[in-house]
């Protein structure tokens, strides 16, 4: 899935900015600096992951958004490869930031900060 859509964002770059065809060999990093573009689609998607996550923990336990992301189905799994699940890709988005641990969501002017909404404080 991640392959599928950084395929389909560097597509778009070619066509639209660079003008340049696959046929061509020109590498992605070279057209993102010719692009000026610093962050790829999947970097966009974990932010705004990041930035639910936030808005969801502040809500109170009754809401449903809320009781959606705590909820653990009580049936067994299925053989195989087990399913990722949501807030698995969020702890690991979280892992990944520097400035971002599990429980700064609480603190919403450092979290916006971690997440990229804000520039400063």
């Given at each position: 899935m991640?392959?599928?859509?950084?395929?389909?964002e560097m597509?778009?770059w070619r066509?639209?900015?660079?003008?340049?065809?696959?046929?061509?060999?020109?590498q992605?990093?070279?057209?993102?600096e010719?692009?000026h573009i610093?962050?790829t689609?999947?970097?966009?998607?974990e932010?705004?992951?990041?930035?639910?996550?936030?808005?969801?923990?502040?809500?109170?336990?009754?809401?449903?958004?809320?009781?959606?992301?705590?909820?653990?189905?009580?049936?067994?799994r299925?053989?195989?490869?087990?399913?990722?699940?949501?807030?698995g890709?969020?702890?690991?988005?979280?892992?990944?930031k520097?400035?971002?641990?599990?429980?700064?969501?609480?603190?919403?002017?450092?979290w916006?900060l971690?997440?990229?909404?804000?520039?400063t404080?």
């Amino acid at each position: 899935m991640e392959q599928r859509l950084l395929a389909l964002e560097m597509d778009f770059w070619r066509r639209s900015g660079a003008g340049v065809s696959r046929m061509e060999r020109i590498q992605n990093k070279k057209i993102r600096e010719s692009m000026h573009i610093q962050h790829t689609i999947i970097d966009e998607i974990e932010r705004r992951q990041l930035v639910w996550y936030g808005h969801v923990e502040i809500m109170s336990e009754d809401r449903i958004p809320k009781k959606v992301l705590k909820w653990i189905p009580s049936e067994r799994r299925k053989r195989g490869r087990p399913k990722a699940m949501r807030i698995g890709g969020i702890h690991k988005a979280i892992s990944e930031k520097p400035n971002l641990h599990p429980g700064d969501w609480e603190n919403r002017k450092g979290w916006q900060l971690g997440t990229g909404r804000r520039r400063t404080l």
